[in-house]
């Protein structure tokens, strides 16, 4: 299961927090915003549906969806039973995505290897929540101190992240060690 695929991934959170580095404009985020939320609630979305659901005439509407598919952010596949379906997994699946490492999976594997047990749905989306705020790397070094004090829980490595960002350290400095 790719990571954008699972149940604690919000998507839209997800875009709009990555807005500036995906380049849409305001008419293609408004049409990626209201397809995933369409699709999340599977709602029957057609061309008409969202241009209207949009305030955009089908003329823009056309323009902008052939847009998402040259950036190849989406795909518009049809159904067996003539259904028309919005597919954006290209837009989670870009350059961007894979050189942000934006909810890289191996962060969730590390937690589970270092606790020794399956991650509950809250623990994952705690360390989706640090990942969105705070470098991967800084992440690390919170459970390996953590686990070093043998006190390996969420609570406990969201003071560590808490106290290094009240005292403004910076990665390089924990990285050397120098704080």
Avoid: P
Avoid at 97 to 116: Q, V, Y
Avoid at 141 to 168: H, V
């Amino acid at each position: 299961m790719k990571w954008y695929e699972t149940n604690y991934v919000n998507h839209r959170d997800w875009i709009l927090d990555n807005l500036n580095l995906l380049s849409l404009d305001a008419k293609e985020a408004i049409v990626i915003l209201m397809i995933d939320f369409m699709n999340e609630h599977h709602l029957k979305t057609t061309i008409e549906d969202l241009a209207k659901r949009t305030n955009l005439t089908n003329e823009e509407m056309n323009e902008v969806l052939s847009l998402l598919c040259a950036k190849k952010y989406l795909e518009i596949k049809a159904a067996n039973n003539g259904d028309i379906r919005f597919v954006l997994n290209g837009l989670f699946e870009t350059d961007v995505a894979r050189d942000e490492k934006i909810m890289d999976s191996s962060l969730f594997d590390l937690f589970e290897s270092e606790m020794g047990r399956t991650l509950s749905q809250k623990e994952m989306q705690k360390i989706a929540e640090w990942n969105r705020t705070t470098d991967k790397k800084m992440i690390f070094y919170a459970l390996r101190e953590a686990s070093a004090y043998q006190k390996l829980s969420f609570s406990y490595i969201d003071k560590i992240l808490q106290d290094w960002k009240n005292k403004g350290l910076t990665l390089k400095q924990i990285d050397e060690g120098t704080y």
